[in-house]
């Protein structure tokens, strides 16, 4: 049973960093595509930052510059340093991963972690 766990979330001023972890565990062949996304309250979740096997990223407009997504294939683990945080980052993040479970599968399945809240507030 593939599972994604988040870490790292919490209170912070403004203009503090945080750095959240999500480690995919359980019966994994590969991992393509591993991304952070986020919801705030009465919001649409929006992806913030993804990275794929082979180190390619991209970023949403609002956190570029300040946001940097990376990852750790030989422990299955895609990380997201936030700098320069602002209230508007406080959301809820989320970890999604595309994830081959066997070397015949043709499509990757998607699971998500669990979320971890972020609050930028003084």
């Known amino acids: 049973q593939v599972q994604l766990v988040e870490s790292g979330g919490g209170l912070v001023q403004p203009e503090g960093s945080l750095r959240l972890s999500c480690a995919a565990s359980?019966?994994?062949?590969?991992?393509?595509?591993m991304a952070w996304y986020r919801q705030a309250p009465g919001k649409q979740r929006e992806l913030v930052a993804r990275?794929?096997?082979?180190?390619?990223?991209n970023y949403a407009d609002a956190v570029k510059g300040r946001f940097a997504i990376s990852r750790d294939n030989a422990k299955n683990t895609v990380y997201l340093q936030m700098n320069v945080l602002r209230p508007e980052d406080t959301a809820v993040y989320y970890c999604?991963?595309?994830?081959?479970?066997?070397?015949?599968?043709?499509?990757?399945?998607?699971?998500w972690g669990q979320g971890t809240q972020v609050t930028v507030s003084s």
């Open positions: 999604n991963a595309q994830i081959f479970l066997w070397s015949w599968q043709i499509r990757p399945n998607d699971y």
């Open positions: 359980g019966g994994i062949f590969r991992i393509n595509t």
């Open positions: 990275i794929t096997n082979a180190g390619t990223t």
